[in-house]
């Protein structure tokens, strides 16, 4: 198994516009589809507090942009989904062999992603889809995945919970802050938890299948 990091830039989309207009980070803790090209990403903005609110008024007039549920967990935290009717970098990676793991966003418009696959050459044809939707990529690392990183019995719990209360579903049963509140984690370890466990289960079942080949 191999892990990359792929820095794109894509034509116009909100998330790169947001942060340009405003002073926030942003963050795509989860990504799926929707749609034949759309996508549901659960993201994490933060920043002021009054940029916040304006975002949320910006957001509904967001062309891309089909529906959004974001709540203010603390204050200057903004956490929710956000589905889009067209992503072309989406697009590409959902036709390729290659495996999402998290994916966040630059002041520079740079969208950070980091990716698995068992195989180094579907980076590469990933690289040219993504080029053939004029979408600048710059592969910058692609190394060998630990062997020995592990999930532990608690965030299996944890893990397991989610499954059960349908927070992997289309739409989602549960809310990432209904099960911080059942778990005892904060937000962001929970995600962090989630994330961790989705790569676990990715890896098992690419190794899994090559070894099937």
């Known amino acids: 198994m191999m892990e990359g990091e792929l820095l794109i830039k894509v034509p116009k989309m909100w998330i790169t516009e947001i942060p340009k ?4 980070s942003l963050k795509i803790v989860n990504r799926r589809p929707a749609g ?25 007039g967001e062309p891309w942009v089909k529906t959004f549920d974001l709540d203010f967990v603390e204050s200057g935290r903004l956490m929710g989904e956000v589905v889009t009717f067209r992503c072309l970098a989406c697009a590409a990676l959902a036709t390729s ?34 080029r053939r939707r ?3 990529v710059e592969l910058t690392k692609l190394t060998p995945i630990d062997e020995r990183e592990v999930i532990t019995s608690r965030q299996e719990e944890i893990i397991m919970m989610a499954f059960e209360r349908g927070f992997f579903e289309t739409p989602r049963r549960t809310k ?19 994330r961790k466990g989705q790569k676990r289960i990715v890896v098992d079942y690419l190794r899994a299948r090559r070894k099937a080949i």
């Open 21 to 24: 207009r405003h002073d926030v």
């Open 134 to 136: 004029k979408c600048e």
């Open 36 to 60: 034949k090209y759309g996508v549901r990403d659960l993201v994490e903005i933060q920043g002021a507090q009054a940029d916040l609110e304006r975002i949320l008024l910006e957001l509904k």
């Open 176 to 194: 990432l802050k209904d099960l911080a509140k059942l778990t005892g984690v904060s937000q962001a370890t929970l995600s962090e938890i989630l």
């Open 97 to 130: 062999n290659c495996h999402l793991v998290s994916a966040s966003v630059r002041k520079d418009d740079t969208i950070v992603w980091r990716i698995m696959t068992s195989d180094r050459d579907e980076v590469r044809r990933l690289v040219d889809k993504l």
